[in-house]
C-alpha cells in the first residue's frame, strides 16, 4: 500500500462520516421539527462544536435555516419539480389581482415546522418595504400572513410554537396570552388581523388556503393604517384570491407544487385542529 493510496482512501472514509453525520442531522430535524443547537448534540450525542460546524455547513448551503435560536429544516428539502409547476407560479396572478384592486401589498407565505417563510410578494409600490419579502423566514406566533399558518396547523407544531420561548419584535407582538386567544379568533373567523406585531406601523390581513382539509398556504395584504381599507372587504377579496389559487392548481398535484416537511406525520392520522 502506497502512502498517497493510504491518504486517498482515508479521505474517503473521512468524506463518507461526514455525509453519514450530516444526514443524520437532517433527519433528525426532520422528525424534531425545531431544536436548538445544544439540544441537537445532546440527542445525537455529538460535541457541541461539531454540531455547530455542521449546522454552519448545512445552512450555508440552505438546508437548514435558524428561527429565534433554534434550528429548522428549510424549504429546500420540500421542493417538487421545476420552477414551472411550483405554487409560487400559480400563485402570481392571484398575487398581482389582489395588489391592483386593493393597491396594497400581496404576500404567500408557508409553514415550514415552527417557522413562516415568505415565498412570493407583489409590492404595492417600489418604495413599500416590508420586513416579510421573498426567501425571509419569520416566526408562526406574529403577522397576518403566519398566524393563519399557526392556527390551522396539526396540533405538535401548534404546541411547540405555544411552549416555545416568543421574541418580541415590537410592543404589540403577542404574548403567550395573547397569542392563544388570538389563534382562537382565528379558527373562528377564518382570517387574521395583524396591528405592528414585527414592523411598527404595519398592518395585515390574512386567510389561510385549504386545499384537500390542509392548510397549504396564507395569502395576505399589508399596508399602513391610512392605506387599509374596511377588513371585511379585505377578507372578501383574499378569500376570492384562494378560491382563484387552489383553481389553478392542477388536480391531484397538490402536494407536487409544494410539500411541507411535516406532511407524513400529519397524514399519518396526527389531529389538525382546524377550529370547527
Not at 443547537?37 to 462544536?49: G, K, R
Not at 398566524?147 to 403567550?176: C, E, I, K, N, W
Not at 392542477?250 to 392520522?269: C, F, I, K, N, R
Request: net charge negative.
Amino acid at each position: 500500500m502506497t502512502f498517497n493510496g493510504a491518504l486517498a482512501r482515508q479521505y474517503r472514509r473521512t468524506e463518507y462520516t461526514s455525509l453519514k453525520r450530516g444526514l443524520e442531522i437532517l433527519s433528525h430535524l426532520q422528525e424534531a421539527g425545531s431544536l436548538r443547537i445544544a439540544e441537537l448534540a445532546q440527542q445525537l450525542d455529538l460535541p457541541l462544536s461539531t454540531a455547530y460546524r455542521y449546522v454552519t455547513v448545512l445552512r450555508a448551503n440552505g438546508y437548514l435555516i435558524e428561527i429565534n435560536g433554534y434550528i429548522v429544516p428549510s424549504d429546500r428539502l420540500a421542493e417538487r419539480g421545476g420552477e414551472a409547476d411550483h405554487l409560487v407560479q400559480y400563485s402570481r396572478p392571484v398575487l398581482r389581482r389582489l395588489r391592483e384592486v386593493t393597491q396594497l401589498t400581496a404576500v404567500l407565505a408557508v409553514r415550514i415546522h415552527s417557522a413562516a417563510v415568505c415565498l412570493d410578494v407583489a409590492f404595492a409600490h417600489p418604495k413599500h418595504k416590508i420586513s416579510f419579502q421573498r426567501g425571509k423566514v419569520r416566526p408562526l406566533y406574529a403577522g397576518a400572513s403566519a398566524l393563519p399558518l399557526l392556527a390551522f396547523a396539526p396540533v405538535g407544531p401548534r404546541r411547540s410554537v405555544l411552549d416555545g420561548a416568543m421574541r418580541q419584535y415590537t410592543a404589540q407582538t403577542p404574548t403567550p396570552d395573547e397569542l392563544e386567544a388570538a389563534l382562537a379568533e382565528v379558527q373562528r373567523d377564518g382570517y387574521a388581523v395583524s396591528h405592528g406585531h414585527l414592523t411598527p406601523g404595519a398592518v395585515g390581513v390574512g386567510i389561510p388556503v385549504f386545499v384537500d382539509g390542509r392548510c397549504l398556504c396564507s395569502l395576505s395584504l399589508v399596508g399602513s393604517p391610512g392605506a387599509m381599507q374596511q377588513v371585511e372587504e379585505l377578507v372578501s377579496e383574499l378569500e376570492s384570491g384562494a378560491n382563484e389559487l387552489v383553481a389553478r392548481l392542477p388536480s391531484g398535484a397538490t402536494e407536487d407544487v409544494w410539500l411541507q416537511p411535516d406532511a407524513e406525520s400529519e397524514s399519518d392520522g396526527e389531529e389538525v385542529d382546524r377550529g370547527y
